[in-house]
């Protein structure tokens, strides 16, 4: 019996802390895998949403721009024989209303309605902001407040103006700035504008990482000249 017994062992506490030092140690390295994996399918995720978002909001303001000037009311056609008549219904419109290093006013149609608008884009702390008006004529039409918000986490906003023969205007064209309603005396600079340079800039934190930066920049030029 004493043989018999002498045979039958267990684990002793060694063994055992070794065992489990061996398993969290395996354990440790298969998290890590996993945690490294995961924050970079979270980088790449956020980098696409900043993207996109980037994207969008350049789309949007470039559109805008590419329509300054377009003035459908001043399109009139004779139904009967098609003929435009001459004679435009709005006059000393301006396709520019503000332009300054951070923020512009353009007129036009934009979606090719029957109505120009002015199109706000501005940037409120780290936001991009867009308002929509048909009221030249009221100042909080050039204000930031109440727009709708186009891109978050806005780092950088900002315009740079050139005349046809490629000549860089400063910003805050002929003196004009947001807060007041339109006022088009003077306002040469504002018409000899041709290219508008954009360049956004927006930057979404990302923990235990580098922020994600992503910078697009959109060289418009205006092609609505003849109809304000």
Do not use: W
């Not at 009221?135 to 891109?151: E, P």
């Amino acid at each position: 019996m004493a043989n018999i017994r002498g045979f039958r062992k267990g684990l002793t506490m060694i063994e055992l802390l070794v065992s489990v030092t061996i398993f969290l140690v395996v354990l440790l390295a298969v998290y890590q895998l996993f945690d490294t994996s995961h924050a970079t399918y979270q980088s790449g995720t956020r980098k696409q949403d900043v993207q996109q978002q980037a994207r969008l909001a350049m789309d949007e303001m470039v559109r805008a721009l590419r329509m300054a000037g377009y003035i459908p009311e001043n399109y009139d056609v004779d139904p009967a024989t098609l003929v435009p008549i001459l004679g435009n219904d709005l006059t000393g419109t301006a396709r520019i209303h503000v332009a300054t290093a951070n923020a512009i006013a353009a007129f036009g149609s934009l979606e090719g309605g029957n109505q120009s608008t002015v199109h706000l884009f501005c940037q409120s702390g780290n936001t991009l902001l867009k308002k929509v008006s048909v009221n030249t004529a009221d100042a909080a039409t050039y204000t930031c407040s109440n727009a709708d918000v186009l891109a978050d986490n806005v780092t950088l906003l900002r315009f740079i103006y050139f005349a046809a023969d490629g000549t860089q205007l400063a910003g805050d064209l002929d003196g004009k700035t947001l807060g007041a309603a339109m006022d088009l005396a003077p306002r040469t600079q504002r018409d000899g504008v041709r290219t508008i340079i954009i360049t956004l800039q927006i930057t979404e934190p990302v923990s235990r990482q580098q922020p994600q930066v992503y910078t697009l920049t959109s060289t418009v030029r205006l092609r609505n000249l003849n109809n304000t």
